[in-house]
């Protein structure tokens, strides 16, 4: 095992780096950015606005992306918000703080630099959305308004409604179409890119299938960039779009960038249940819920099975006979714990047997006591002293209403249940990877002149990440940070020239790609790609999911290599390659998933601490008050663990990058 | 006012058949308004099916907007079919004797003014015209319930205060007005 | 509870130049609780197994905000649920035995590429020629709370900004008209001081785009804001003509 650079730059005190670093950074001369090609995969918040970024500063920018248009990226989804230093609410943020908070949330296995870095440039971020005509939540003075989102002590998530993502996404991509227009970025919808070329060492170029065709192409650049997002749907479920894949990064991970701690997976504590085997997706519902909510399942088994076999309602069970577990074990934070502890405690209830829908896979999220609360505290407002049961409600779900109306009409559409009268049914789902290609802090990888940023890189919210970070570090990634040190490795490309794809390195790895679309429709197999791809995801969901050990993880790694196996034997695919096939598409992403299914199992047992979301059954705590929780082991595993690809993924070899936490005491997470 | 006075009619009827201002300047304003009302309505509609080659073979349009507004082109066509009926009943008559003729004395050989007597003779005894008059004009009233406020949305007006007061507005204008007129069809057929 | 047996009437296309037709398909034990594009994966599944050739559509978030999905279903878009898009809409709003037409978005400006698929880069025509504000993206902008925008306005903007650009506009309008989806973008600027400034230009150059892509004409049914699945008003078009006819009178 060897270590490896991250590239920080020393000297200078932590909060002074970045800005000694832009202040010294090579320049490339405006005259020679005309001359030099960048290729940008992926079209979300940190693809579209490194694309939007690159193009103004006069680069030309070749853009990508699988969906029929860039505004379609995942990056929509998201619902909460974005976090900034801005401290417009007077109530003490500020840079160090969100600094402090994020490393602090990440289980100190992130980069400090790369964490203050973010910090730095978040404020700058909400005025750019701003002067882009994004429409924040303004208050009744017209100015913008902020919220607290994820336990954090301070106001600093500014917000869209329940939109923040969409309406982040679509001011990139209205940068994005300004630079279309005036022929500064080309953009190629519909098109996956599925291999990563380089040419005497250096990333050159990609090689694409147009979707719409089938046609393999070309595409050389002197820099490329991937924007690609998290690989979540290893899972198979997930609340990642259907599409959301790995292959992007898996490929250039074979080329010889390193994976960084592939098994940093945040589970969401607050997503729909599954309702059936055909669930092809999970919905998220946002993590608010839980200020007002309150969690429970039945403590009895008996009442247990008369739920699920419908004889019993949840509002007839009566609050002794329930178990209000998180309280319970948590009289500290109770219903607001962290996510990975809410997921965790609720996986243990359902395993224990008592989950509470058909697949007992759920649990209750209840808010008749906030109704009743919110209802008596309205009651004695009004002046209504002698207000009835029922007045009492309807009060209080006039509040409830206006606090979660959107997120209680979501969850009727998707359930038909009516959570203002019974409780909601909940259960974690696989909504984040932490993980992602290793960057050093110019966000390059390994492999020279190949970028990646936002969840596809790994560097920023170590084992767990805050809420309302991602869309944060995204943006910061393509609009401040990309910009600035990608003209550190391009100033030494100005007199390259432009790039031939005439070369053999092209054309071998476009044979290559060739040679695997016609493997997989001629195949003919017997099982159709979302048979595999659903077992993996069973395998991932049982072991390698919010609570792992030894046993189950060596288990998964002989799973999946087997299952992997099979795949390629008797995968089937319909149709041919030189024709708009979903199937087909789908296949190439769950071939690259089930050999990242297998290093994720790998790195999930090389770290054998409880850290983040990520709970090993043989690093608990014992005795104490802290009795039976996660137990970090800063000693031995305060590393990166970055994966170098040797022919296949049993056979990776680890590199560690050892973190250093200059600015930051370690501390234990106490949620008692 | 013919179904009340006849000579008030008469009266107002010879002063717009003959004032200069309104046969001299209104009349080419309106006649030029209908024509590129119906021109222009007609090339759009053109555009407006070539935006969809290919048709649904299941398309609910009762599902999301009303009758009115779907088939603007049926009631206006109706409402052009009326006109060149009017203009075949009054309008060429009325030309043919005041500017071929050059009678704008505008009556009868016994010295009545002929406008009421006219209109009476058009409607009395003649069912299916009268028919026809009445269905053109519910027809008219179809066009004008969506027509009146959907002016307004396309001129770019829209505000949530005015707008509906405008649709009241709207309907109110779209039924009494042409129920005006199938009153005066109605009226002369039964009463004579 | 029981599942349910439908008849599918699907229109199947093989690629953009081929002619296409609409095909009869049988699905069994649809449970209720299935979104209609896990309906639509268990037909895919089946018609795999049976080595047919799946129906190709677009879908990806699943949950109701990337605008991907586009189905013609029964004869509204997005199917019979207000306010929804196809891959929120659940198996609970149809009936045991029911006959199901599924159709792509239909229009000139939104050709067939395959099946359900269909090609809405006109959208994103539309929105390069004008859909942006001109501001730079280096950071070096004023501060985010140095221009106070009233409450209303920017409540307007955001309403009209949650547009999803999923087409259903166009689908649903008898003339296929692209007049909502403008509108909104050209309201959600217009609305805002960083947007106003070139507002009558965007109007103006947004509106030709949208005319040369094949479109039709805004005939004011509304039955675009009934289907839009984010409930986008009608003022927005109208807003659009008052800019658009403010910068036509712009010498």
């Known amino acids: ?672 | 006012m013919s179904v009340i006075s006849a000579d008030l009619f008469n009266n107002v009827s010879h002063f717009m058949g003959t004032n200069p201002v309104v046969q001299g300047l209104l009349q080419p304003i309106l006649i030029f308004s209908v024509v590129f009302h119906f021109v222009w309505g007609m090339y759009l509609e053109y555009q407006n099916t070539q935006a969809r080659e290919v048709k649904y073979a299941m398309y609910k349009g009762s599902a999301n907007a009303t009758w009115m507004s779907r088939n603007m082109i049926i009631s206006g066509l109706a409402v052009l079919a009326f006109l060149c009926l009017h203009f075949y009943d009054f309008w060429i008559p009325e030309i043919n004797v005041k500017y071929i003729q050059g009678d704008m004395s505008g009556k009868l050989p016994n010295g009545d003014y002929r406008y009421h007597e006219e209109l009476v003779h058009k409607f009395a005894g003649q069912p299916i015209r009268v028919s026809l008059y009445v269905l053109s004009f519910v027809m008219l009233s179809l066009h004008l319930l969506h027509g009146f406020q959907s002016s307004f949305q396309s001129v770019g007006f829209n505000n949530s205060k005015y707008t509906p007061i405008i649709k009241k507005l709207g309907n109110i204008f779209a039924i009494a007005v042409p129920a005006g007129f199938v009153v005066v069809a109605l009226v002369h057929f039964f009463a004579h | 509870m029981k599942d349910m047996n439908l008849t599918l009437k699907i229109w199947r296309q093989k690629g953009a130049n081929d002619k296409g037709k609409m095909i009869d398909y049988q699905v069994a034990g649809i449970s209720e609780h299935m979104s209609f594009l896990e309906m639509m994966d268990v037909l895919n599944e089946q018609l795999i197994n049976s080595g047919d050739s799946p129906v190709a559509f677009d879908h990806d978030c699943r949950e109701g905000i990337c605008g991907s999905c586009s189905m013609f279903i029964n004869g509204e878009a997005h199917g019979p649920v207000k306010g929804t898009t196809t891959c929120q809409l659940h198996m609970r709003s149809f009936k045991d035995g029911d006959t199901i037409y599924i159709e792509p978005f239909r229009a000139k400006a939104f050709p067939v590429l395959k099946d359900l698929v269909v090609d809405r880069s006109s959208f994103d025509r539309i929105q390069r020629s004008g859909g942006f504000i001109s501001v730079n993206t280096s950071g070096n902008t004023q501060d985010a709370n140095a221009l106070p925008i009233p409450k209303q306005d920017a409540d307007l903007a955001m309403d009209a900004a949650a547009c999803i650009g999923c087409g259903a506009c166009v689908a649903t309008c008898k003339n296929s008209s692209a007049m909502l989806f403008v509108g909104a973008k050209i309201s959600q600027y217009a609305l805002l001081p960083q947007g106003q400034v070139e507002s009558k230009t965007r109007a103006q150059n947004m509106v030709a785009q949208m005319d040369a892509e094949g479109f039709g004409n805004c005939t004011n049914t509304g039955a675009c804001e009934v289907e839009c699945p984010k409930g986008i008003d009608l003022s927005n078009i109208a807003r659009m003509n008052r800019e658009f006819l403010g910068g036509s009178l712009k010498g």
């Open chain 1, 1 to 672: 095992m060897s270590t490896i650079d991250n590239k920080v730059p020393h000297g200078k005190p932590l909060k002074d780096t970045w800005t000694s670093y832009k202040d010294k950074v090579d320049l490339v001369n405006p005259a020679n950015k005309r001359n030099l090609d960048i290729i940008v995969v992926g079209t979300g918040l940190a693809g579209g606005s490194a694309a939007a970024t690159l193009a103004e500063q006069g680069y030309n920018v070749k853009a990508f992306c699988y969906q029929d248009s860039p505004r379609r990226a995942h990056s929509i989804a998201a619902q909460g918000g974005i976090n900034a230093a801005k401290n417009y609410q007077g109530d003490g943020d500020s840079t160090y703080r969100l600094f402090y908070d994020t490393v602090k949330g990440g289980d100190y296995r992130s980069r400090e630099a790369n964490v203050h870095r973010l910090a730095e440039v978040s404020a700058n971020i909400i005025d750019q959305c701003v002067a882009q005509g994004v429409p924040f939540a303004r208050d009744y003075g017209g100015l913008l308004d902020n919220r607290s989102f994820g336990g954090v002590l301070v106001s600093r998530t500014f917000y869209a409604k329940g939109q923040t993502g969409q309406q982040l996404l679509l001011g990139a991509y209205s940068a994005m179409n300004r630079q279309i227009a005036r022929g500064k970025i080309t953009m190629y919808n519909r098109h996956e890119m599925l291999d990563v070329v380089i040419v005497d060492g250096k990333a050159r170029g990609i090689i694409t299938r147009n979707i719409v065709t089938g046609e393999i192409d070309r595409h050389s650049a002197h820099a490329v960039v991937l924007g690609t997002g998290g690989y979540g749907n290893v899972f198979f479920l997930s609340t990642n779009a259907m599409g959301s894949n790995v292959t992007a990064g898996w490929k250039a991970h074979k080329r010889g960038a390193y994976f960084a701690n592939p098994c940093y997976t945040q589970i969401h504590p607050t997503c729909i249940p599954r309702s059936g085997d055909y669930q092809s997706k999970l919905t998220l519902m946002s993590e608010s819920l839980r200020n007002d909510g309150r969690i429970w399942v039945p403590g009895r088994k008996e009442d247990v099975d008369a739920i699920r076999n419908g004889s019993l309602k949840p509002t007839q069970i009566a609050e002794e006979n329930r178990d209000y577990y998180l309280e319970r074990r948590y009289p500290a934070f109770g219903n607001l714990v962290p996510r990975d502890v809410a997921s965790r405690a609720a996986k243990e209830r359902c395993d224990a047997g008592f989950g509470v829908n058909a697949t007992g896979e759920a649990v209750y999220l209840d808010f008749a006591s906030a109704i009743v609360r919110y209802g008596k505290e309205q009651a004695t407002i009004k002046g209504e002293k002698n207000a009835s049961e029922s007045r009492i409600k309807e009060l209080g779900k006039d509040i409830v209403k206006a606090k979660y109306g959107n997120l209680f009409d979501m969850y009727k559409q998707i359930t038909d249940d009516n959570p203002y009268e019974t409780p909601m049914m909940i259960y974690p789902a696989v909504h984040y990877t932490m993980g992602g290609i290793w960057v050093d802090y110019n966000l390059m990888t390994t492999i020279p002149g190949c970028y990646a940023i936002g969840e596809a890189n790994f560097s920023d919210h170590g084992a767990n990440r805050l809420g309302a970070s991602a869309l944060m570090q995204g943006l910061a990634d393509g609009y401040f940070v990309l910009p600035y040190t990608i003209g550190a490795y391009l100033s030494y490309d100005i007199r390259t020239g432009p790039i031939s794809t005439d070369s053999p390195e092209f054309e071998a790895a476009e044979k290559e790609v060739t040679k695997n679309m016609e493997f997989f429709v001629n195949n003919k197999g017997t099982n159709s790609v979302d048979y595999y791809h659903k077992k993996l995801g069973n395998i991932m969901w049982e072991k390698c999911g919010m609570s792992r050990n030894e046993k189950g993880l060596n288990e998964a790694i002989d799973e999946i290599a087997a299952l992997r196996e099979d795949f390629w034997k008797n995968v089937s695919v319909p149709g041919y390659a030189n024709e708009l096939n979903p199937e087909l598409e789908k296949a190439g992403r769950v071939a690259d998933f089930l050999e990242l299914g297998e290093l994720f199992a790998k790195d999930a047992l090389d770290r054998n601490e409880s850290c983040g979301g990520h709970f090993r059954e043989e690093s608990v705590e014992v005795g104490g008050p802290q009795d039976g929780e996660a137990k970090r082991d800063d000693k031995n595993y305060a590393y990166v663990s970055a994966w170098e690809y040797k022919g296949k993924p049993s056979e990776a070899v680890l590199h560690k990058e050892q973190l250093e936490f200059k600015e930051i005491e370690l501390k234990q997470r106490s949620y008692k």
